[in-house]
């Protein structure tokens, strides 16, 4: 696998964590999981049914501006700026579960 690749996997297993323990704790922020599932259907439609973990890692690459976008306008809570990223690399995690080179 290419280090590019292998990398932001761990950004994203790491992010998956770090949402895990988030949603677990009292006084989390409630938009968390709408946050979520809209980035994992946005991503979806950008990838489309077949990717590989190569296309989906390029398309991390470029997905800072419309992630923030997609969020701002459909899920925006107070404070969704600090826990974006953390919710970004998650819906990529979800998403590269369903890659056709994934492997665990």
Known sequence: ????????????????????????????????????????????KRVGA??????LSAEYRRAEPWVRDVVAEHTPAPGWPRTLAVVEGAAFHAVSLGAVDYEP
């Open 50 to 55: 077949s990717y590989t973990l190569g296309e």
């Open 1 to 44: 696998m290419p280090a590019d690749v292998d990398s932001a996997r761990h950004e994203w297993e790491e992010a998956h964590r770090r949402l895990r323990r988030l949603l677990g704790e009292p006084g989390r922020p409630p938009a968390l999981e709408d946050q979520l599932e809209v980035l994992v259907r946005e991503l979806r």
